[in-house]
């Protein structure tokens, strides 16, 4: 892989951060008008939303099968700083309850919803299509498959049971992306549109091997498939926790190197072009990026839809479409946005849960439907 | 009327499209909305059929049912979907569109009958060597090329459409299913007389009732353990109210720990599992694989990891509402108490 692309002097893109290059979004009136990205609007924005984050943790730890009081919960991570023992029994229960299932699978969730997001903002940046999202690449499909096929041939009774899974599924994400690349990429350029549509052509190839997988499949093992393709948050081990922050973190970081880029690249390719950016190796790049990430979050969350769609759309209406601010404040919400969409799976329908997937994309949808509405109006 | 019937056969037709191929599209769909708008068209649908199926009756009952009849002659059955059936005479070709189904035609002694079976047939033997005709959607054309005189059919998979194309070919269709342990031993009375098999019906029900007995009374007297059944890891999947596995749990002396989940196949939160503490957990051995068992060694927490109690039992036995489902009961049985029915195979030494 190729090193990312110089950075364009702030001063160069000036234009991009103002109410102008706003306006030549093409998500047009979605946007924020004339909002000037100030020092003091960036730490007030990213302040509040981190603040709600807390909230929403608090609130995360709080609700479950069964809520824990807020006192009892300060106890057990006190008494966990401390590496006191406590007493066995009920408290003993709801400290592993605490600190082995809500804690883990909070964290997890709010890493998967801050990729999710962060993955979607630079991708409608990217392929300028406001209804771009980490799957119109074909990647998490790609990744479905690869955990499809594991299946069929039994990589869960292998030694690795645990990480086999989603070890296929990441190969399958990469094989996704290698075949999408090389069928776009067939010319020297990197042409959006051809992308954009080796993506959703992938798409739809993928998706009926995996419904002709479903189908050979015995009934009892297709399910636990489905189940799992459906989108569904486990408690990681701690162990298993600290890989996936060191490899999205890694991601996230390279990604937000990418703010100003992206910032002129949504003005189009021939406005970064006069701006002196690289646009083909810039696209490259990103594109490898989102699909590394993509590829992760899939082979472990399953598909969990609509998060890298909504979000960025709903943060970009608050915050303006600089990606200096949009960036962060994505990964933020989306990251809540997940956390809280889980509790609440786990919790409506308790001593059962939801996938969590439903609950994204009951939210989702309707946004969704808006979208497809609001664009007909400004059309007309 | 006339008019209302028909719209709400359209729409019972799409609805029945879009459910058909959503069942099996779900996984891949990331456009959620679609779910709502096929939930209303089922309701959609759930009307309409009330409406059609009253309409169709009527005619039914007229040319097969002889309904003076039915009351008079033994050779009228009624199935579990309440269709009546009219077998003059013992059918000569059967197919079985269940395992389990088959394995209760086996049971009697109709090896020459059966002339299809699906593709998860496995028990007997000689099962293996007949012609299949896929499983959760058999193919209607390998199915009517086989001329069957009585397709048997769970009420799991059964479509619709495959229903109403026997209708018109005028196949009977029989839908078997079985809820309790009883319904099994009624269904292979009903297939003893439906095939003159009578004896053999008696025969096998009654070996199997002794079992039950005999099962029975040894747990009567045995503290009722809590229960596991673990049918995925991850994401979790066990067994409620409604699946098969359920009550079965109960006969074997064991309480379900997921029995207030309000789903046969309930995803599990681990924060249920560890406030419920079961003693004992069940695998199934076929699906899930001894690593992933070694997963929950995790939760040391749990009585059954500190006692080291981890079961396997074959699914194939517990799922399948045949005649060999006892087997799986004393597999249960011996799994949750290893002390009165001797450990033997099943425990897993993690």
């Known amino acids: ?380 | 009327m006339k008019k209302r019937v028909q719209s709400s056969g359209s729409i019972q037709a799409l609805g029945i499209f879009l459910l058909s191929r959503w069942h099996r599209y779900r996984p891949v769909m990331s456009m959620w909305f679609l779910t709502v708008l096929s939930a209303f068209l089922t309701q959609a649908a759930e009307c309409g059929q009330g409406d059609d199926s009253e309409m169709k009756r009527r005619p039914q009952g007229i040319l097969t049912g002889m309904p003076f009849m039915a009351h008079v002659s033994s050779r009228s059955f009624v199935d579990d979907a309440g269709h009546r059936i009219y077998l003059a005479k013992p059918p000569a070709r059967v197919v079985s569109l269940a395992p389990s189904i088959t394995e209760m035609l086996f049971s009697l002694g109709l090896d020459d009958q059966i002339v299809g079976v699906t593709d998860f047939c496995d028990y007997p033997d000689a099962a293996k060597s007949k012609a299949r005709v896929g499983y959760s959607n058999p193919s209607t054309e390998a199915l009517i090329a086989l001329r069957p005189e009585l397709v048997l059919a769970p009420k799991d998979f059964l479509r619709p459409d495959l229903q109403t194309k026997l209708d018109q070919l005028k196949i009977p269709l029989f839908v078997l299913d079985a809820q309790t342990l009883e319904d099994i031993l009624l269904q292979i009375q009903t297939l003893g007389k439906m095939f003159e098999k009578t004896s053999a019906a008696n025969e096998v029900t009654q070996r199997m009732r002794q079992r039950i007995v005999e099962i029975r009374r040894k747990v009567e007297t045995l503290p009722a353990r809590r229960v596991l059944y673990v049918l995925n890891s991850r994401p979790l999947i066990a067994v409620g109210p409604g699946s098969f596995i359920h009550p079965m749990i109960g006969l074997a002396g064991g309480v379900n720990i997921a029995a207030r989940a309000g789903v046969a196949y309930p995803k599990l939160s681990m924060e249920t599992v560890l406030k419920e503490d079961p003693e004992v957990l069940i695998f199934p051995s076929e699906t899930v694989p001894r690593s992933e068992q070694q997963q929950w060694l995790r939760w040391d927490s749990l009585s059954a990891v500190k006692l080291r109690r981890f079961h396997e039992v074959s699914s194939s036995l517990l799922n399948r509402p045949g005649p060999r489902i006892i087997e799986g009961l004393e597999q249960l049985a011996r799994a949750i108490h290893p002390e009165t029915f001797g450990s033997g195979e099943g425990a897993v030494h993690p």
Not at chain 1, 179 to 186: E, L
Not at chain 1, 342 to 368: K, Q
Request: charged content about 10%; glycine content about 10%; hydrophobic content about 50%.
């Open chain 1, 1 to 380: 892989m190729k090193p990312p692309p110089a950075r364009v002097q702030s001063d160069s893109c000036a234009g991009a951060l103002s109410g102008k290059a706003c306006r030549a979004y093409p998500t047009g009136g979605l946007v924020a008008q004339g909002a000037i990205l100030t020092n003091s609007r960036w730490i007030a924005t990213l302040g509040i939303l981190s603040l709600a984050a807390i909230v929403v943790s608090l609130l995360c730890l709080h609700f479950g099968t069964q809520p824990i009081p807020y006192s009892e919960i300060l106890r057990v991570f006190v008494d966990a700083m401390s590496r006191k023992e406590i007493d066995g029994g009920a408290s003993d229960i709801t400290r592993t309850i605490l600190l082995q299932v809500r804690l883990p699978r909070m964290l997890l969730g709010f890493l998967i919803g801050c990729s999710l997001a962060t993955v979607g903002v630079a991708l409608q940046a990217l392929l300028r299509n406001p209804l771009a999202d980490p799957y119109v690449l074909g990647v998490s499909s790609g990744a479905a498959l690869g955990a499809a096929v594991g299946v069929l041939f039994g990589a869960g009774t292998t030694f690795l049971a645990e990480t086999a899974l989603p070890a296929c599924g990441f190969a399958g994400g990469l094989l996704a992306l290698v075949i999408v690349y090389r069928m776009a990429a067939h010319y020297e350029q990197l042409p959006i549109h051809s992308l954009l549509l080796a993506g959703v052509i992938l798409n739809a190839i993928f998706s009926a091997v995996i419904m002709f997988i479903t189908s050979v499949l015995e009934p009892n093992r297709s399910y636990g498939m489905m189940a799992w393709l459906m989108g569904t948050l486990t408690a990681p081990t701690y162990g298993g926790l600290v890989g996936l922050v060191v490899y999205l973190s890694i991601g996230l970081f390279l990604l937000f190197s990418q703010m100003r880029t992206l910032n002129v690249l949504a003005l189009g390719e021939e406005s970064a072009r006069t701006l002196g950016i690289d646009t083909e190796q810039t696209k490259r790049f990103i594109f490898v990026l989102t699909a590394l990430l993509t590829g992760a979050v899939v082979s472990v969350s399953g598909m969990i839809g609509f998060i890298g769609m909504v979000v960025p759309h709903a943060v970009r209406l608050v915050t303006g479409a600089d990606h200096r601010l949009l960036l962060p404040a994505s990964a933020l919400v989306g990251g809540t946005f997940l956390m809280g969409a889980d509790t609440i799976a786990r919790t409506l329908i308790s001593p059962a849960e939801i996938p969590v997937g439903i609950i994204t994309a009951l939210a989702g949808g309707p946004f969704f439907v808006y979208l497809l509405i609001w664009r007909k109006d400004r059309l007309a």
